[in-house]
């Protein structure tokens, strides 16, 4: 089975950039689609970018136009850029396998995530 490993997050204040890596194992990534989660202290895990094996993003309202995802073949990783962030974006931020016909439906295992803290 495919194990994803996520990297990236940090401390910064708001309106500044981070750049999140999912480097996927066992399975290349321009076979799947691959989506990235979010996890407030508290709060229920949030689907909030999606790529899918034709390359194809999706996005959820609250990040769009600000968060881009994307991928490097080669590498077997998948990004995501994340711009002007929010205080309310403090969060752990996780990438999983998602099911091709249906990207609501999570197919991979879920790794530890990696902690993104916004400061206002």
């Known amino acids: 089975q495919a194990q994803l490993e996520e990297s990236g997050g940090g401390l910064v204040q708001a309106g500044g950039s981070l750049r999140l890596s999912c480097v996927v194992s066992g399975s290349p990534v321009t076979f799947n689609a691959l989506g990235w989660y979010r996890q407030a202290p508290g709060k229920s895990r949030d689907l909030i970018a999606t790529?899918?094996?034709?390359?194809?993003?999706t996005y959820a309202d609250s990040v769009q136009g600000r968060f881009t995802m994307s991928r490097d073949n080669a590498k077997n990783t998948v990004y995501l850029q994340m711009d002007k962030l929010k205080a309310a974006e403090t969060a752990v931020y996780h990438c999983?396998?998602?099911?091709?016909?249906?990207?609501?439906?999570?197919?991979?295992?879920w790794g530890q995530g990696s902690q993104v803290s916004v400061s206002s």
């Open positions: 790529i899918s094996s034709d390359g194809t993003t």
């Open positions: 999983n396998m998602l099911l091709h016909s249906d990207l609501r439906l999570v197919i991979g295992t």
